[in-house]
């Protein structure tokens, strides 16, 4: 193909349709492979008209030519469609639209990716990511032909792609190349005039249903872009709209073990609920037993499952007995489900909840207390066969800043994995972030203020999810389970946000399936957005352990996010991923499922300084209403957040003295809250631990700056640094990505932007404002 001509009206179609934005969609794909000639029939939405001639093709919408404004793309001179991969190729196809639409519109609001070449007539347009990192452009004539345009009144009425490549060159000189142009503009009557009759032919075609593939057009349809949000939809409205490899992980067969992995906003959730609900209408129509369990993290995401269930399919699977329904559902959380085939309650104050704001407190102060009792009573002792690497970094990093990384130690590696006794804590490897341990007497010292930490629980007749899942795994492995599980066993097992469990919760489910040699069984992770390794433990865990019969499936395209938000997030990733060996940037090379629509309440990212900490709390909310205006969004719709415990404080104290309308995430996912602030016009504030799993359309977070994130503390060791570094960028990503449309982050412009941020000032993704 030498040419592409795009009228307005088919740019308008192309950059609003929703399975346009994505090689991921069906559409997306294809449009790509048409454009490049690999394909010679394409259908799609929307009502745009292919009509071709010898040379090349041209998108068109009804109406007098002379009325119209066109993108030439000279494909020969330009190599648009072919320079880069599908997925960019279709980035830069459709940022070039926007550019246009944009342009034709008389705008000047253009952004830094979009180069207006003083004293010529060239654009140069950078279209893809910067974190791509290969510095693609596209250079434009905006006025090619000018003077015989002008004589002929055609003048602004077209924009010409001559050129695409990765080195920059002189636009004063340079020329582009007008062969092709010209047989666009010869052509552009005889193809216009023609259209009415083809319309006609097509509709009559239509009609008889006649088609069968032999129009090279896209078929007229109405749009389906237009998404309410909140998975407000049915099965049946959501299977059109996805993508090719959400549509391949919803119905996948229901034996296939499959583990899902995609970044925040891919739409693992609702695909995995898709997933569920698509079995089990499959079930109740062929009339075969169900039993499907749905497993979440925790109580707070219980709730906000069964909601978006009962959108999807209001048939109460859910509500049926599974002692005596064929087909039915339960969502649970673990320690539930653990305690129940334990036939054991458990009452809500006796249970330590980890993704409790209260509970973390409180395991934090037992920790700190039995860390101190450990210095005081047994670190003496214990010195002389401690390695010198271990025993000098106790001895230097003062009890408060050692909590955190007791925690994470006493989770991952005593609770979490390797089981109650010390001897099986002495096989594990070091966490490569964490605790320096290295010898079995360091191993001994921390086990010991394990148990200090752990009499501290039994003396308050608490128990902690460990402990329910430890009893549990003690009693599934015997004779009595597996009788029972013929009976009691699952069909189908779905679990949320896999990267919030630990390695001893991983083996647990595979005791839950109805048949011990069938794994029916799909998690659905992103470990980035785990605190510490906890993420790159578990999808280690999945691959080794269950890699012989999972199927892994990735999600690419982000539909949560603006593109700028993604790029930021991104650009979090890749500082993380560049630091810590097993860090993983999950957003690497995704694309952004957003519409010109959606786009059009997006607004810049930005980092705002403020003089200190009073003002930023108060430019905070000031910033919120201010975005909530711009963005048409409601308050609930808004997320005031931050990574440190005292300015969260600050925060809430500044809104109670002003009386400002807000409610606080007090747990992780707590989409109880989420509904309170919908109804009563609230707008939510939580730390970055409490919002994962939720959405919204403006994120402010606040002292994103040095000495805060990561927080340094009194500590001056490598170790303890390091593991703060760890987890500030997960955090950051994760409050990053819960925004879709505008995003601010705010700091004191004495301490300076943090150092995460540094890769995103240098790539131009964050506007720094004073
Ligand atoms: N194919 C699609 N078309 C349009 N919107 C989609 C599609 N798939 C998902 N979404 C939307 O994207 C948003 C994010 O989806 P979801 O919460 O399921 O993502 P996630 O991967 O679970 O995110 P996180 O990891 O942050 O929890 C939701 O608003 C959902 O409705």
Same mark, same amino acid.
């Given at each position: 193909?030498?040419?592409?001509?795009?009228?307005?009206?088919?740019?308008?179609?192309?950059?609003?349709?929703?399975?346009?934005?994505?090689?991921?969609?069906?559409?997306?794909?294809?449009?790509?492979?048409?454009?490049?000639?690999?394909?010679?029939?394409?259908?799609?939405?929307?009502?745009?008209?292919?009509?071709?001639?010898?040379?090349?093709?041209?998108?068109?919408?009804?109406?007098?030519?002379?009325?119209?404004?066109?993108?030439?793309?000279?494909?020969?001179?330009?190599?648009?469609?072919?320079?880069?991969?599908?997925?960019?190729?279709?980035?830069?196809?459709?940022?070039?639209?926007?550019?246009?639409?944009?342009?034709?519109?008389?705008?000047?609001? +253009?952004?830094?990716?979009?180069?207006?070449?003083?004293?010529?007539?060239?654009?140069?347009?950078?279209?893809?990511?910067?974190?791509?990192?290969?510095?693609?452009?596209?250079?434009?004539?905006?006025?090619?032909?000018?003077?015989?345009?002008?004589?002929?009144?055609?003048?602004?009425?077209?924009?010409?792609?001559?050129?695409?490549?990765?080195?920059?060159?002189?636009?004063?000189?340079?020329?582009?190349?007008?062969?092709?142009?010209?047989? !666009?503009?010869?052509?552009?009557?005889?193809?216009?005039?023609?259209?009415?009759?083809?319309?006609?032919?097509?509709?009559?075609?239509?009609?008889?249903?006649?088609?069968?593939?032999?129009?090279?057009?896209?078929?007229?349809?109405?749009?389906?872009?237009?998404?309410?949000?909140?998975?407000?939809?049915?099965?049946?409205?959501?299977?059109?709209?996805?993508?090719?490899?959400?549509?391949?992980?919803?119905?996948?067969?229901?034996?296939?073990?499959?583990?899902?992995?995609?970044?925040?906003?891919?739409?693992?959730?609702?695909?995995?609920?898709?997933?569920?609900?698509?079995?089990?209408?499959?079930?109740?129509?062929?009339?075969?037993?169900?039993?499907?369990?749905?497993?979440?993290?925790?109580?707070?995401?219980?709730?906000?499952?069964?909601?978006?269930?009962?959108?999807?399919?209001?048939?109460?699977?859910?509500?049926?007995?599974?002692?005596?329904?064929?087909?039915?559902?339960?969502?649970?959380?673990?320690?539930?489900?653990?305690?129940?085939?334990?036939?054991?309650?458990?009452?809500?104050?006796?249970?330590?909840? *980890?993704?409790?704001?209260?509970?973390?407190?409180?395991?934090?102060?037992?920790?700190?207390?039995?860390?101190?009792?450990?210095?005081?009573?047994?670190?003496?002792?214990?010195?002389?066969?401690?390695?010198?690497?271990?025993?000098?970094?106790?001895?230097?990093?003062?009890?408060?800043?050692?909590?955190?990384?007791?925690?994470?130690?006493?989770?991952?590696?005593?609770?979490?994995?390797?089981?109650?006794?010390?001897?099986?804590?002495?096989?594990?490897?070091?966490?490569?972030?964490?605790?320096?341990?290295?010898?079995?007497?360091?191993?001994?010292?921390?086990?010991?203020?394990?148990?200090?930490?752990? *009499?501290?629980?039994?003396?308050?007749?608490?128990?902690?999810?460990?402990? !329910?899942?430890?009893?549990?795994?003690?009693?599934?492995?015997?004779?009595?389970?597996?009788?029972?599980?013929?009976?009691?066993?699952?069909?189908?097992?779905?679990?949320?946000?896999?990267?919030?469990?630990?390695?001893?919760?991983?083996?647990?489910?595979? +005791?839950?399936?109805?048949?011990?040699?069938?794994?029916?069984?799909?998690?659905?992770?992103?470990?980035?957005?785990?605190?510490?390794?906890?993420?790159?433990?578990?999808?280690?865990?999945?691959?080794?352990?269950?890699?012989?019969?999972?199927?892994?499936?990735?999600?690419?395209?982000?539909?949560?996010?603006?593109?700028?938000?993604?790029?930021?997030?991104?650009?979090?990733?890749?500082?993380?991923?560049?630091?810590?060996?097993?860090?993983?940037?999950?957003?690497?090379?995704?694309?952004?499922?957003?519409?010109?629509?959606?786009?059009?309440?997006?607004?810049?990212?930005?980092?705002?300084?403020?003089?200190?900490?009073?003002?930023?709390?108060?430019?905070?909310?000031?910033?919120?209403?201010?975005?909530?205006?711009?963005?048409?969004?409601?308050?609930?719709?808004?997320?005031?957040?931050?990574?440190?415990?005292?300015?969260?404080?600050?925060?809430?104290?500044?809104?109670?003295?002003?009386?400002?309308?807000?409610?606080?995430?007090?747990?992780?996912?707590?989409?109880?809250?989420?509904?309170?602030?919908?109804?009563?016009?609230?707008?939510?504030?939580?730390?970055?631990?409490?919002?994962?799993?939720?959405?919204?359309?403006?994120?402010?977070?606040?002292?994103?700056?040095?000495?805060?994130?990561?927080?340094?503390?009194?500590?001056?060791?490598?170790?303890?640094?390091?593991?703060? *570094?760890?987890?500030?960028?997960?955090?950051?990503?994760?409050?990053?990505?819960?925004?879709?449309?505008?995003?601010?982050?705010?700091?004191?412009?004495?301490?300076?932007?943090?150092?995460?941020?540094?890769?995103?000032?240098?790539?131009?993704?964050?506007?720094?404002?004073?």
């Amino acid at each position: 193909m030498k040419y592409v001509c795009i009228d307005d009206g088919a740019v308008r179609e192309l950059i609003s349709g929703r399975e346009l934005q994505s090689v991921d969609f069906e559409d997306g794909r294809r449009l790509i492979e048409r454009l490049q000639g690999r394909t010679q029939v394409f259908k799609g939405t929307g009502s745009f008209l292919v009509n071709l001639d010898k040379d090349g093709m041209y998108l068109t919408t009804p109406g007098k030519w002379k009325d119209k404004k066109y993108l030439v793309v000279d494909c020969e001179s330009s190599n648009l469609f072919s320079s880069v991969r599908d997925a960019e190729t279709l980035t830069s196809l459709q940022k070039l639209l926007r550019f246009c639409s944009k342009f034709w519109s008389g705008s000047n609001a +253009y952004t830094p990716a979009e180069k207006m070449i003083a004293g010529t007539s060239k654009t140069i347009l950078f279209p893809l990511p910067f974190s791509s990192g290969t510095g693609f452009r596209v250079a434009i004539e905006r006025e090619p032909m000018k003077e015989r345009l002008e004589r002929r009144d055609l003048s602004g009425n077209f924009l010409l792609v001559y050129k695409t490549g990765f080195d920059g060159a002189n636009s004063f000189t340079e020329e582009a190349s007008l062969q092709n142009f010209r047989k !666009v503009i010869e052509a552009l009557p005889s193809v216009y005039d023609a259209l009415p009759r083809r319309i006609e032919f097509i509709n009559e075609h239509e009609q008889n249903k006649t088609r069968n593939g032999v129009f090279d057009e896209l078929k007229i349809a109405a749009p389906r872009n237009q998404l309410p949000r909140g998975n407000m939809l049915t099965l049946g409205d959501w299977l059109p709209r996805l993508t090719k490899q959400q549509r391949q992980f919803v119905q996948a067969p229901v034996e296939q073990a499959l583990r899902l992995v995609g970044a925040a906003g891919t739409g693992k959730t609702t695909t995995l609920i898709l997933r569920t609900m698509f079995i089990l209408l499959k079930a109740e129509s062929d009339k075969q037993q169900m039993r499907a369990l749905f497993v979440t993290p925790s109580e707070a995401t219980r709730k906000s499952i069964l909601e978006s269930l009962q959108v999807i399919n209001p048939n109460g699977f859910w509500e049926r007995d599974p002692k005596s329904s064929a087909v039915s559902l339960t969502v649970t959380t673990l320690a539930s489900i653990c305690a129940d085939k334990l036939n054991q309650t458990i009452q809500e104050t006796e249970f330590v909840d *980890r993704d409790a704001q209260d509970s973390k407190v409180m395991q934090g102060l037992y920790i700190e207390q039995a860390i101190a009792e450990a210095r005081a009573n047994d670190f003496k002792s214990h010195a002389p066969h401690l390695s010198d690497k271990f025993r000098s970094f106790f001895d230097e990093t003062e009890n408060t800043d050692l909590v955190d990384l007791f925690q994470h130690e006493i989770s991952m590696q005593i609770k979490g994995r390797a089981g109650d006794p010390f001897d099986a804590y002495k096989e594990c490897p070091p966490l490569k972030y964490g605790l320096p341990v290295e010898t079995d007497a360091d191993r001994g010292f921390v086990f010991s203020v394990f148990r200090k930490y752990q *009499r501290q629980l039994v003396d308050v007749a608490q128990f902690d999810t460990d402990d !329910v899942v430890l009893s549990a795994t003690g009693q599934l492995d015997t004779p009595i389970w597996r009788r029972r599980r013929s009976l009691e066993g699952y069909d189908f097992i779905a679990i949320d946000e896999a990267h919030l469990f630990n390695i001893n919760e991983l083996h647990l489910f595979h +005791y839950f399936t109805r048949d011990p040699s069938a794994a029916p069984i799909s998690f659905a992770i992103d470990q980035a957005q785990a605190v510490g390794e906890r993420g790159w433990e578990v999808s280690k865990e999945l691959e080794s352990n269950h890699g012989r019969q999972e199927e892994e499936l990735n999600y690419g395209t982000v539909f949560r996010s603006s593109t700028q938000i993604i790029e930021l997030s991104a650009s979090i990733l890749a500082s993380g991923a560049n630091l810590f060996s097993n860090f993983k940037d999950t957003l690497k090379g995704a694309q952004s499922g957003f519409t010109s629509d959606d786009e059009r309440r997006t607004q810049p990212v930005r980092f705002i300084e403020a003089v200190d900490d009073d003002t930023m709390v108060e430019l905070a909310f000031k910033r919120a209403a201010e975005l909530g205006a711009l963005t048409e969004s409601s308050p609930s719709d808004i997320l005031i957040t931050c990574l440190a415990p005292d300015l969260l404080q600050s925060l809430k104290d500044y809104a109670a003295k002003r009386r400002k309308p807000i409610t606080v995430l007090d747990r992780r996912g707590d989409y109880a809250k989420v509904r309170s602030a919908q109804r009563d016009g609230l707008m939510l504030l939580g730390h970055a631990d409490y919002v994962g799993g939720l959405e919204f359309n403006i994120v402010i977070v606040v002292g994103v700056d040095k000495g805060r994130v990561p927080y340094e503390g009194s500590s001056t060791t490598k170790e303890s640094r390091n593991f703060m *570094r760890y987890i500030a960028h997960n955090r950051l990503y994760v409050a990053c990505s819960r925004a879709r449309f505008a995003l601010e982050l705010l700091g004191v412009k004495a301490r300076g932007p943090s150092d995460i941020l540094s890769g995103a000032f240098t790539k131009n993704l964050l506007e720094l404002v004073e």
